[in-house]
C-alpha cells in the first residue's frame, strides 16, 4: 500500500480527523427537510422484537434481489433502501426525476464539491486505489499489521500499484488479480477464508437493481467534472450511458462491507477495524467524486443487510466453520497479537470518528428520540465477536449500540440503517435488562477475556460468572448492581461498576482505574471473595521523616464505598512491594462496615516486610512494617574467666509477603511489650496514635541518623500532602 495511506488499526481514518466540524458547512439542519415518518409499531412489545418490512424479512428474502423484481415490496435491496422516496422521486428518465427534499439533496451535493476542494494527494491516492483494486483484496487491508500475512495465506493479490501511473488520466487500469487472475486463490493454504468472502459476496448481492430503480444520477452529473479525481477522469462514463449508471447506493461500499464482514466472521480479533476500514472504503467514494454522501450510506446499508443475510443462510454454515477452524489455526501461528486498541481514549477518539464517518456529514432532519429496531438475523454480525452472550443478548448490543433516528434514508422499518458495528463490537450501550454472562478461561478468545468500551447506562443489573475475565472500561451509569459468581471482573474506570450494589460471592473484582473505584451503594465481599486494588508509588519521590500517623494521604484510598462494607476474603493489593516499612496508605473507604478480610496479599513484598490491615470506622489502611526475626543461637561461655564475652546475638529476617488479616491487633494493650512479634503487631504505628516498641525504635534511630525517608504512597491522580520532618 502507498506510504501515508491510513491503515485500519492503530489509527483513525484521516479523512475523519481532517474534516470534523468542517463538514457543518454542508449539513443538513433539523429545521430543514421532511421527516421519515416512524415505521409502525411492532408486534412484540420487547425492544429487540425484529420488524417486518413490506418486502418481509431481509435475511429471508434477500434472494429477491433480481432483475425481474423492481418494486419496494418484491425487492429486498430496493425496499430497504425505500428512505430515500422521501427525498427523491424517480421518473422515466434518469434526468426526470424530482428533489422531494431539495434542502437535503442540494447540501448531499454540496458536500461533494467541498471535500473536492480540501481533499489531499494522499487522500486522491487512497481513493484511486480503492476504485481500481477488488474490493475484497483492499478488505485485507482492516486486518492492519497482519494483512500482509493474510494475503500471502490466501495468496491474494492485485495488479494496481501502490503508485498512481502518471497517465492514469487518460488510461484505465483495470486489476487483474494475482497469478491465476483472481484476487485470491480458494485453493490456497487459508482457501476457506477466500471461499467465505466469495460466499458473502455471491448470489443475489448486487447493488445494480436498486442503483436502476432509485436512477439518482452521480455528483459529476449534478456538478461537473471538477469533482472527479484526475487519476479517474477515464472512468467517467458518458452521459448516453446515464440510465444504467445511477450512484445511489454505492456499489463499491457495498461490496466493502460485505467482503470486511465476511472477514470479521472469521477475524473477530480484528472486527473493529475491519468495518473501519470498511468505512473508509466507502468515504474514498465521496472523495472520487463518483458518488454522494447518501450514496455510500445506503451502500453501507445494503451491504451490512447482505452480510448478515448470508451468514444466517444454512447453505454457508460448512464454509463458516472450516473458515474459522482454519483462521484461528492461523492467527496462532503468528504469536501474541496487539489488541485493537491501545487504550480507552484511543477506542473513544475512534468510535466518535466512526459514527461521524458513517452519517457522512448529516445531521438528523426527522424525530432523534425513536428507539432502535434490531433487524432480523442481525446478530448474527456478532456471533464470533460476542460468543459467550446468545442471540437475544446480542441483539441488546444491537439495539443499544445503535445510532439515533432521524438521519436521512437511514430510518428503514427493519433496522439496517442505524446499526453501529464499531460500538456493538465493543460490548453493551445499556442494560435494559438483567444481564447474566458466563466467561470460559478453558474456551479460549473473547469467551476467556474481552472488554466493554461503551458506557453503558439503563436499570439493568450485571452478573459474572464462569472462570475468565471481564473487563469494563467505560463511564458507566447502570443502576440494577453489579454481581460476581465467578471469573474476574475488571474495573478499568472510577465508574465502571455503575449507580447500584456490588456482591462478590466468588470470583474476584479488580480495580485497575487511575482514580478511586466508586461503589454507589453497599458493597458485599463473601468469604469466597477476592478484591484486587492497585496502587501507585512514586520511584523516587521520598517525603520527609515523619510519624505516619500524621501523614496526610487521600483518604478514599483505591475504593470508595458510599454505602455499607461487609468485608471478606482475600484482598490483593498491586503496587505496594516497594513501599518502606512505616508506610500506611489508605485502601478502602465507606460509610460503615461489617467483618475483615482474611488475608492481605502483597505481590513481590520483600521478605524483610509484612503487610497488614487497620480498620477504623470508615476505612480499611494498608501498613507495612518490619518482618518479625529471631535470635540466633550462640555458643555459650566459656567457665575460663580469660575468655572474651560473646557478641550479641545476629538477627535473620523473615520471608513473607501475606498477613493474616486477622493478625493486627486493633487493642494496643493486649500486645506483651517484651514480645517484639506482638509489639510489631500491635498497631503502634496506627492513626489511633497508640505507642509501641517499633515507633520508639524508630524515633531513636531518626535522632541517631540512621532512619530512612518514610514514602507515603499515593494514588495516580491523588497526591497526599508532604509530611513535614520531625522535630
Known sequence: MTAGLPTARHRIPHHHVRRGVALALTTVLATGGAAVAAAAAPSDASPIAPREAAYGFFVDAYSGNTAANMTVESNPAIGVLAGMLDLWQPRATWDTGVKLDADVLDANIARNVQIAADRTEAESIYAYLIDRRNQSYSAIDGLGENAAAFRAAMQAGTTIPDEVPADASTVV??????????????????????????????????????????????????????????????????????????????????????????????????????????????????????????????????????????????????????????????????????????????????????????????????????????????????????????????????????????????????????LNLFAAANGFGAFDTDVAVTMSAEAGGFSAADTWRNDIAGSGSLTLSGTGVLTLAGANSYTGGTYVDGGNLVAESATALGGGDVTVSDGELAETSTSPLHVAGDLALTSEAGLRLTLEVPAADPAPAADIAAAAVDASGALAVDGAASLGGTLTVDGAADLPVGTEVPLVSFAASTGTFSDVVVPGLPADRVAELRYAADGVTLAIVAAAVEPTPTAEPSASPTQAPTQAPTQQPTSTATASAGAVATDPAAADPADPTTAAASGSLASTGASGMPALLLSALVALGLGSALLTARRRRSQAAPTTPSS
Open 173 to 418: 487500469y483495470n486489476d487483474l488479480g494475482n497469478a491465476n487472475g483472481q484476487w485470491a486463490d480458494t485453493t490456497a493454504p487459508l482457501g476457506s477464508l477466500v471461499r467465505l468472502v466469495n460466499t458473502v459476496r455471491g448470489d443475489f448481492t448486487t447493488s445494480n437493481n436498486a442503483k436502476n430503480f432509485y436512477s439518482y444520477p452521480r455528483p459529476f452529473r449534478w456538478v461537473d467534472d471538477s469533482v472527479l479525481i484526475p487519476s479517474l477522469l477515464p472512468r467517467r462514463s458518458p452521459d448516453s450511458q446515464a440510465a444504467t449508471d445511477g450512484g445511489f447506493p454505492s456499489g463499491h461500499t457495498n461490496a466493502a462491507f460485505m467482503a470486511s464482514l465476511a472477514l470479521a466472521d472469521a477475524v473477530p480479533s480484528d472486527y473493529s477495524s475491519l468495518v473501519e476500514n470498511a468505512a473508509a472504503m466507502g468515504h474514498s467514494r465521496i472523495v472520487a467524486g463518483f458518488h454522494s454522501s447518501l450514496d455510500v450510506i445506503s451502500g453501507r446499508m445494503l451491504g451490512t443487510a447482505l452480510a448478515a443475510a448470508v451468514l444466517n443462510n444454512p447453505a454457508s454454515a460448512d464454509v463458516r466453520t472450516q473458515a474459522h477452524a482454519d483462521t484461528d489455526a492461523f492467527v496462532a501461528t503468528l504469536g501474541d497479537q496487539a489488541p485493537e486498541f491501545a487504550s480507552q481514549a484511543e477506542y473513544e477518539a475512534r468510535a466518535a470518528a466512526y459514527e461521524q464517518g458513517i452519517v457522512e456529514g448529516f445531521a438528523p432532519i426527522g424525530d432523534t428520540t425513536v428507539p432502535a429496531v434490531v433487524p432480523k438475523g442481525a446478530e448474527v454480525l456478532l456471533e464470533t465477536r460476542l460468543p459467550y452472550l446468545d442471540a437475544d443478548q446480542r441483539r441488546w448490543v444491537l439495539q443499544s449500540t445503535a445510532l439515533p433516528s432521524g438521519y436521512p434514508v437511514m430510518d428503514d422499518v427493519e433496522g439496517w440503517g442505524r
